[in-house]
């Protein structure tokens, strides 16, 4: 906990570090009371950033207790070095040396998940970004790589397994009942990729030969309940390891890769090196406990961490302001791989909806940062969707510029050049530039400028030339410590329909031919006219395809032009964006309507368009139930000038009811067909079975709002005897939905009764029913918190009640009387004690305050108001509280 005013760290103050830590010894006894961490570090000064003086050596170091420190074997006393909360100081006298150290530490008391905790009855480490030095003394930052020698300690019979990262190189037995293991760890990492675990566990095996050849084997270690859970994340990996070597061409190195499921963890996952850290939601996975979701976030998670090995491990960053290096790029991988396992463009809709909703509000909030920020509190705060999704977006531009071929040139000089070092975001554009010739100067503004671009488009349309105008223009909003931003490269992927249906060949002025019928031009200007010739007649374009940049795209398009575009576009995305773009304008009609007192009615047109949309039995089923999603609430609020989450929530549950009513045929139609197959095929986690239930279920869930007695025996039928829990989830979520109260009860007792031992099953119990739009969400909550199978002290629970409600019930959060905020606030502040991260991730939703009206806008406030002053506050909590109020 903080006690003086937090310090502003600075990307511009970057140095090097003053010296090195070429070998790590490190030995952990673990007891139930008290661990004991000695550590031996064979350190030299950096010659880098050599002058001629010994500068001091500054080691950082958080609620650690100093037992013993020596120098080259020399006892240390008091007065040959300083210690304060967060360091410890002294003065070398030699360009190389020993020092050794051994601290003691309480993991068994560790409630923030941070350094080296319990999660049940097993230890467990979480280093990045800054934990390590809760563990040891140690110079803390990613710029210091060193080789890792383990060694851990433990009682035999309540931890049999001793882990770290590397390779098993001895291990032993002592008289006392305890015993030990020493690891091996030949690549040199930084201190936030070191792992240790100790625990119970058992394992799944199995093993994966490389493309040169080499054999690894592979060990998920998971509580011995969970052994029947693994098959998933397994199958996931070895498909990994293998795309990752066909696509990337990145081979893995040890002969060893683990994972470890752990329960009380604050993240999805962590890459340590050979010993990835999992929250046990993003590994367990089989039919009857995890949702086709839940499977597929399981396989992008175990992807995206073992992708790290060669995205984050073997090139490293520097500093933390580069975390978007290994983050941005990672995402931007998994993602690749998500897209070739399952359905790309349903991939892309997905990813482009969360982006659109959440990063875009982020970007548009008083967190709002570029993809390297310049400046931090704390960096727990910047993991953010910025950092993570739109610098996946960063990349994917970058490829969009380069092509296939070039963008995969510039990868692998990226990793030839800079292996086993720690570099800059600069480094990997430059790669990408040395690789492909290309001028990257001007688009690297998406590193440094923050906030969300808007681009207009206009068009103007000459019959006598056969000539087509789109002018672009583009403009940032001001984001905090950014007032003006310089022009972006925007990279718009379009094409050009003609009144058949068919794709224009683009021939731009000056162009000796057309060049295909879709392709990328570059806005590079504030404003910037782009003609095409042998244009035939007036053209309808097809702008932003696969949402090649992330800007808000201003086109003024018809309802009757978007309907056009959702059936003859050739681009799958834009498809469904025409569907989005009509439902937006449906719904902004329907709120103004509501807002006016007037009667609600829906535009025919949306209707008869998803009436097409369902009728058409050779479409993927897939983008069927991607195409009838409505845009959801939290993204109505984020295109909101000011926000009125009653009217919005009242105008989608008008227009939902309006289409079941209207469609309620061609609906039950497809959901009896699909219910069906999935009674006669057992499950499997594949994507034309999860498109099958995806359709099914959304047709169920409009369905239900029919109220009809023949829709309930359905829901309750597939509810009963459904093989698996994505069937069985949705039923059970429709069911809470609807008015049908007993029904709903018995649904939701049945359910707890036969899931109340897994902890992963009951958090989707909890949060089904705290994001329920259905009155008297926070009693609900309340009484949720109360029941045994809840705790605050683990994250998923946390996320699953207190997360679910503030983040996606919003009707019942933003209750007038201030009672949701209030609720939150108290939650924050009880967190701020127990697990700062969690508590800082809490307050995202309150940090959206200017959106709304301003009798919210106090309550919001004033609850911002309550947290801060509420005492001792973290580091995390503080930053994110403070810019807000700002
Ligand atoms: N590097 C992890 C990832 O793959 C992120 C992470 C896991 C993390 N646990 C954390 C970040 C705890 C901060 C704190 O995305
Ligand atoms: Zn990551």
Redesign the pocket.
């Known amino acids: 906990m903080r006690t003086e005013q937090p310090k502003v760290i600075h990307l511009k103050d970057y140095q090097a570090p003053d010296y090195l830590i070429d070998e790590t010894h490190l030995t952990f006894e673990l007891y139930e009371d008290r661990t004991l961490v000695h550590a031996r570090l064979a350190m030299q000064r950096n010659d880098a950033a050599a002058s001629s003086a010994l500068p001091p050596l500054l080691l950082h170091g958080q609620e650690l207790e100093l037992l013993s420190l020596s120098l080259d074997g020399r006892p240390l006393g008091l007065g040959d070095y300083q210690i304060d909360e967060n360091s410890l100081s002294l003065q070398p006298d030699a360009a190389s040396f020993v020092l050794e150290s051994t601290v003691c530490i309480h993991p068994e008391t560790n409630t923030a998940l941070?350094g080296l905790y319990k999660s049940g009855k097993m230890f467990c480490t979480?280093c990045?970004?800054e934990?390590f030095r809760k563990i040891t003394y140690y110079l803390d930052r990613p710029d210091v790589m060193s080789s890792f020698t383990t060694t851990v300690k433990a009682d035999q019979q309540r931890y049999p397994i001793l882990l770290s990262n590397g390779n098993p190189v001895a291990s032993g037995s002592e008289d006392d009942g305890r015993h030990w293991a020493t690891w091996e760890d030949p690549f040199k990492k930084p201190a936030y990729l070191f792992a240790l675990v100790a625990g119970d566990l058992w394992c799944v095996e199995d093993s994966f030969t490389t493309m040169s050849g080499r054999e690894v084997a592979l060990r998920i270690y998971v509580e011995p309940e969970n052994i029947d859970k693994c098959q998933h994340a397994m199958d996931s990996l070895k498909r990994s390891m293998r795309w990752d070597e066909q696509v990337y061409g990145r081979e893995y190195d040890l002969d060893i890769f683990m994972i470890v499921a752990v329960n009380d963890?604050?993240?999805?996952?962590?890459?340590n090196k050979g010993l990835n850290i999992f929250n046990s939601s993003a590994v367990l996975a089989r039919a009857e406990t995890a949702t086709d979701a839940a499977h597929q976030r399981v396989e992008a998670i175990v992807a995206?961490?073992y992708f790290?090995n060669w995205s984050?491990n073997r090139v490293t960053c520097r500093d933390w302001f580069q975390l978007s290096l290994?983050?941005g790029f990672?995402v931007f991988r998994d993602a690749g791989f998500s897209s070739d396992m399952n359905s790309a463009t349903v991939k892309r809709i997905e990813d482009v909806a969360y982006l659109r909703t959440h990063q875009f509000a982020e970007d548009a909030g008083p967190m709002a940062h570029p993809v390297r920020p310049d400046s931090f509190i704390e960096i727990?705060n910047f993991?953010t969707l910025t950092v993570?999704e739109k610098g996946a977006e960063v990349v994917r531009m970058i490829q969009t510029l380069l092509g296939e071929e070039g963008f995969r040139k510039g990868s692998d000089l990226y990793f030839e050049r800079h292996d086993g070092q720690a570099v800059t975001c600069d480094d990997f554009v430059k790669a990408m530039e040395d690789a492909t010739g290309a001028d990257l100067q001007q688009f690297k503004r998406w590193y440094s400028q923050a906030g969300t671009p808007r681009l207009a488009v206009s068009e103007a349309y000459d019959p006598s030339t056969q000539r087509y105008s789109l002018t672009f223009r583009q403009s940032c909003p001001p984001t905090p410590g950014q007032a003006e931003k310089l022009p972006f490269v925007i990279p718009v992927k379009l094409g050009l329909l003609d009144s058949q249906g068919r794709e224009i060949p683009l021939r731009l002025v000056g162009e000796g031919a057309a060049v295909g019928t879709d392709r990328v031009i570059s806005v590079t200007d504030a404003e910037q006219c782009f003609t095409f010739v042998d244009t035939p007649e007036q053209p309808l374009p097809s702008l932003l395809r696969g949402f090649s940049a992330p800007v808000k795209l201003d086109f003024p398009y018809s309802r009757d032009q978007l309907m056009y575009l959702m059936q003859h576009d050739s681009d799958g995305f834009n498809r469904w964006e025409a569907g989005q773009q009509l439902s937006v304008q449906v719904l902004r009609e329907l709120i103004d309507q509501q807002q006016r007192g007037e009667a609600m009615s829906v535009d025919q047109r949306l209707i008869s368009a998803l009436g097409s949309v369902l009728d058409n039995d050779r479409l993927d089923q897939a983008m069927v139930a991607e195409m009838l999603s409505l845009p959801g609430e939290a993204y109505l609020i984020e295109i909101s000038e000011v926000a009125d989450v009653d009217a919005i929530h009242a105008a989608r549950e008008h227009a939902r009811r309006c289409i079941a009513e209207a469609l309620f045929e061609p609906l039950w139609r497809r959901y009896q067909a699909n219910r069906e197959l999935s009674r006669q095929t057992p499950y499997v986690a594949q994507s034309e079975h999860f498109a099958r239930r995806a359709l099914q279920n959304i047709a169920l869930s409009y369905l239900m709002l029919s109220e009809r007695r023949e829709v309930l025996a359905a829901c309750q039928e597939q509810f009963e005897t459904a093989d698996n829990m994505t069937e069985r989830l949705t039923a059970m979520a429709v069911m809470v939905n609807s008015p049908f109260e007993a029904e709903r009860s018995a649904a939701l007792a049945t359910f707890a009764e036969a899931f109340k031992d897994d902890p992963l099953v009951m958090d989707q119990w909890f949060s089904v029913q705290a994001g329920s739009a259905m009155p008297g969400g926070l009693e609900r909550v309340h009484h949720l918190m109360r029941h045994a199978a809840f705790t605050i002290k683990n994250p998923n629970k946390v996320r699953a009640v207190i997360g679910a409600f503030a983040n996606q019930n919003h009707v019942n959060f933003h209750a007038l009387d201030g009672s949701g905020y209030r609720f939150l606030a108290d939650q924050i502040i009880m967190l701020n004690a127990l697990n700062p991260?969690i508590a800082s991730r809490l307050l995202t939703p309150l940090t959206r305050w200017r959106k709304y009206d301003d009798a919210r806008q106090a309550l919001m406030r004033g609850e911002l108001e309550r947290v801060l002053a509420s005492g001792e506050l973290s580091s995390d909590v503080f930053e994110v509280v403070s810019k807000s109020l700002a």
Do not use: L, P, V
Request: glycine fraction near 14%; hydrophobic fraction near 20%.
């Open positions: 941070e979480q990045e970004a934990g963890f604050n993240m999805g996952a962590m890459e995206h961490e790290h984050g290994k983050e990672t727990s993991y993570y991260q």
